[in-house]
């Protein structure tokens, strides 16, 4: 079963819950000197907070948005594939940069 964006979701908030819980018990129950040792421990912990969750969530949106633009690629490639050759032409002459590979036959 491939993980979902919801559980993904969810196991992100439940780990910025328990970092979060730990560090109000420890600022209850130590001296503030001893609650500075347990903070710096928590560094690492917060700096996979700050780095893993968000970088996840970035790549499923970008690879999302690479299948969107395969998607219209190829529906753009079929739809060019059933146009007769004097639409493709026109195009050609109006978007060069767009059709640079496309010969205009029998057009001057």
Avoid: C, H
């Avoid at 109000?24 to 996979?48: P, R, S």
């Amino acid at each position: 079963m491939a993980p979902s964006s919801r559980q993904a979701t969810l196991i992100a908030v439940f780990y910025v819950l328990l970092v979060a819980g730990i560090a109000l018990t420890a600022l209850i129950e130590y001296e503030v000197d001893d609650f500075l040792k347990v903070w710096a421990v928590l560094g690492t912990l917060i700096g996979v907070l700050t780095g893993a969750i968000p970088a996840y969530f970035f790549a499923v949106a970008a690879g999302n948005a690479q299948e969107d633009r395969a998607r219209m690629e190829d529906k753009a490639q079929t739809l060019l594939g059933l146009a007769d050759a004097e639409l493709l032409a026109e195009a050609a002459s109006l978007r060069p940069d767009l059709f640079g590979k496309y010969k205009t036959q029998g057009k001057s």
